[in-house]
């Protein structure tokens, strides 16, 4: 009986030591194997090649100092350095000389439609796509888009050409794989394959900013070619990539389909986009409005003017409304409204979402087009061809009698003399401000005399004293900002908080 105990103990032990044993020998396993990568693409790369075009271009350039032209992205953009950017340029003194430039695109349709980027062949004299083939093609432009950053060209070929159908960009998710087909550095067609890094990626490039970003690699040349998924669809147009050295470093952006589609459809239609305008100047809700207005979260495109001669034309739509939803699109950010509202028929009735004292109700506005807008906008009453207000000249605030310090500023009533002095505007109403005082709650939001306070917390002033009024009221209530609704002279309105603590 005493051996028992030691008979079952050399069991365990023995049964441990073999357990202990298969585990490391599953480790050694596991660890000896090398990790996976992804499956080949070769089968999916040899049957979209032919569909991916070299393109050249040649612009006569008229010699002088001047560089060679630079694609333009909008002013401050804060990666505009960072742009893929491929132009060279050879010439002395003042002969004339001509500008070259490569870059990539893609076929859409057996006729010979191609997709491209509008700064690949910006200014071009000439256009010249290359095949796989070797050939050869003049290619005519059909229509380009800034906004976009897009272009649509046209080919007379012999036969048919392969061609490559669009996908769902709203699909992708971050992590997928994606192959890049282009033109690096002039080199010809070559092959790249990364995963999606990010999606909806705002650069600052432009009002419809949603770029897929791509750690495939995107280098100088590869701009206006094809961002394919692993099911052969393009997903995205190669733009842009942030690099110092103009080489890539994991960090590329191309336009998603769910944008280029509709706007390749109608250059291909119309020569030209026909986007949908609201006619209402927008700004973002910060966390400050959002507290002084008692939102439980900021959310939405806060209203900060209506453009005179637009489609709200009723008062549907007025300054101070902020816009959650449009046309059953959510508008969390004032971004999303501008591209939802871009995407939009020109002439289509929609139904927007608004909040307007507090309180959410539902309006009806018939789209206007977005080219006829920015024309408007361009001549408003008082200011330049630009937009830029024009500059009247002031004289010091202090010969003019003013109210009491309230947020760091003096306020006067908007009498016929200041309207003068500070070159308002007849059709500006509210309380002038006639002097900031500096490092002042109002000159950290950038409020400077001749300003117009026109509404504080929602609510209209006529006199200093409303607006003192109204501060306090707005402390009492618990409020740690105050909402300002401020005009500048010409009649432009803009929503500033200003701290109350």
Request: a negative charge; glycine letters at 12%; proline letters at 6%.
């Amino acid at each position: 009986m005493s051996k028992r105990p030691e008979f079952f103990r050399g069991l365990m032990l023995t049964a441990a030591t073999a357990l202990i044993l298969s585990n490391t020998a599953l480790a050694e396993t596991a660890t000896s194997q090398p990790a996976a990568g992804p499956p080949s693409v070769a089968d999916l790369a040899e049957g979209l090649l032919d569909a991916v075009v070299n393109i050249s271009i040649s612009q006569n350039v008229k010699g002088g100092d001047d560089n060679a032209p630079m694609p333009q992205v909008p002013e401050g953009s804060p990666h505009q350095e960072f742009f893929d950017e491929f132009f060279n340029g050879q010439g002395e003194g003042g002969r004339p000389r001509t500008v070259n430039s490569l870059g990539s695109g893609f076929i859409i349709d057996p006729t010979g439609f191609i997709v491209t980027n509008n700064h690949v062949i910006q200014d071009a004299d000439d256009i010249e796509v290359n095949l796989s083939d070797g050939t050869k093609l003049k290619a005519k432009l059909v229509g380009t888009d800034t906004k976009t950053d897009l272009a649509l060209l046209k080919v007379e070929p012999k036969k048919p050409l392969k061609a490559v159908s669009f996908g769902d960009s709203r699909r992708i998710r971050i992590g997928d794989w994606v192959m890049v087909v282009g033109n690096p550095f002039g080199l010809g067609v070559s092959v790249s394959v990364g995963v999606v890094s990010a999606r909806g990626r705002n650069i600052n490039a432009g009002p419809y900013d949603s770029f897929i970003q791509t750690d495939a690699a995107i280098n100088r040349g590869n701009s206006g070619g094809p961002l394919f998924n692993m099911q052969g669809e393009v997903i995205g147009i190669n733009t842009a990539i942030l690099s110092q050295t103009g080489m890539s470093v994991g960090i590329g952006f191309a336009v998603p389909t769910e944008l280029a589609m509709n706007v390749v459809n109608q250059l291909k239609e119309f020569g030209e986009t026909r986007r949908g305008w609201l006619g209402v100047r927008i700004q973002p809700v910060t966390d400050d409005i959002a507290e002084s207005l008692k939102m439980e979260a900021p959310h939405g495109a806060l209203v900060s003017g209506i453009i005179e001669g637009g489609p709200i034309a009723r008062g549907e739509i007025k300054a101070g409304d902020i816009i959650t939803r449009f046309d059953g699109t959510d508008i969390v950010e004032m971004r999303d409204l501008m591209l939802a509202v871009g995407e939009s028929p020109v002439g289509k009735a929609v139904d927007v979402i608004i909040i307007r004292d507090g309180k959410e109700q539902t309006v009806r506005v018939t789209l206007g087009r977005l080219e006829d807008g920015e024309q408007l906008a361009t001549v408003q009453p008082g200011q330049q061809p630009n937009g830029d207000a024009t500059k009247p000249t002031e004289p010091p605030a202090a010969k003019l009698p003013a109210s009491d310090m309230v947020l760091g500023m003096k306020l006067a009533v908007l009498d016929t003399e200041r309207r003068k002095s500070f070159g308002i505007a007849d059709d500006v109403k509210g309380v002038v401000v006639t002097e900031v005082q500096p490092n002042s709650a109002a000159a950290e939001r950038r409020v400077a005399p001749g300003d117009v306070i026109v509404e504080v917390g929602q609510e209209a002033m006529d006199s200093p004293d409303d607006v003192t009024a109204r501060v306090e009221a707005l402390k009492g209530d618990g409020r740690r900002n105050a909402l300002l609704m401020i005009a500048n002279k010409t009649g432009e309105l803009r929503f500033v908080t200003v701290r109350m603590e």
